[in-house]
């Protein structure tokens, strides 16, 4: 039996080690990926078979120590390390970097599924609509004009409501998620403004790919959901602040994932060597009888 435990071990190690590579390998070539968070594999002894239970001790005898045998290794969790990344410059009005917490959220104009990101990498559309790369709208309150401030849940949206006989000329985003708009006249109003969540476990998002996440619920949404326009925004409340004509880059540290890899290799390396050995047991085991 102990052999073969031995051999399991071996191969519950080798299994999880896999994984673990795999988490390494993924981190590294997302290591350029807009606003890219690593993540990490952790282990947990798997199931230990109980030779001899444990005791407490009576008054002729002393307390009895358990004997259990372990079974293995196995992967406990894959988690995401949300720090932040490192900000750099664009020069483009429509990429956002996040400084502090909190995520951006757009919407599937199809089917109105929600995701969160922190991939600023956004663009005006043919429509005026602030949007992802993939084309989901960037939610915030909109709706503003020359003296009425914005206050519509919804799509971000630029340019839509200029006053009469004036064209829009630019616009600017400032640390608060206020959309500024800049018209013909000279003169210019707040028309949006975008808002940010975040979670008290965002450990518990589920990446979609495309630096995209959903599982809100699971997250738990801090307080209010700030996506009701009742609550703080950008440089409120705990949320970080918006800065236009930046990215986030991905948090990926390469000396450490590096550093992780060989550790992994190593492990792996050490398991195969465990199988091994187990075999070359069981095979003079085999040709004790000849």
Do not use: C
């Not at 483009?92 to 990101?117: K, R, W, Y």
């Not at 003169?187 to 808002?195: D, E, K, P, V, Y």
């Not at 550790?263 to 095979?283: C, G, H, I, N, Y």
Request: charged fraction near 15%; aromatic fraction near 6%; avoid cysteine.
């Amino acid at each position: 039996m102990s052999l073969i435990g031995t051999l399991t071990s071996g191969v519950s190690a080798m299994r999880s080690f896999t994984k673990g590579l795999e988490v390494i390998g993924n981190n590294i070539s997302n290591v350029n990926t807009t606003g890219y968070k690593a993540s990490s594999a952790s282990f947990a002894d798997s199931f230990s078979n109980t030779i001899r239970g444990s005791a407490p001790s009576s008054g002729t005898s002393s307390n009895t120590s358990a004997v259990q045998v372990g079974t293995g290794v196995r992967v406990a969790g894959i988690n995401s390390r949300f720090t932040q990344g490192a900000l750099t410059t664009t020069g483009s009005e429509t990429d956002l970097g996040i400084s502090g917490a909190g995520f951006f959220v757009v919407e599937n104009p199809v089917d109105g599924e929600q995701f969160a990101t922190r991939a600023g990498n956004f663009r005006t559309d043919d429509q005026g609509y602030l949007v992802s790369s993939q084309g989901y709208r960037v939610q915030g309150l909109t709706g503003g004009s020359a003296g009425v401030a914005p206050a519509t849940l919804g799509d971000v949206i630029i340019g839509s409501n200029p006053p009469a006989g004036e064209t829009l000329k630019s616009f600017s985003i400032d640390k608060l998620g206020n959309v500024v708009e800049f018209y013909s006249d000279g003169s210019s109003a707040t028309t949006n403004r975008i808002l940010l969540q975040n979670y008290n476990d965002p450990s518990a998002l589920q990446k979609q790919g495309d630096n995209l996440f959903n599982g809100f619920a699971a997250a738990g949404i801090i307080g209010n959901n700030p996506m009701d326009g009742t609550t703080n925004g950008p440089g409120e409340g705990g949320l970080g602040s918006i800065q236009s004509g930046t990215l986030e880059l991905s948090n990926v540290d390469l000396t450490e994932e590096f550093a992780n890899m060989i550790t992994a290799q190593r492990s792996f390396q050490a398991s195969s060597r465990l199988v091994t050995v187990s075999d070359t047991v069981l095979e003079d085991i085999v040709n004790l009888k000849r």
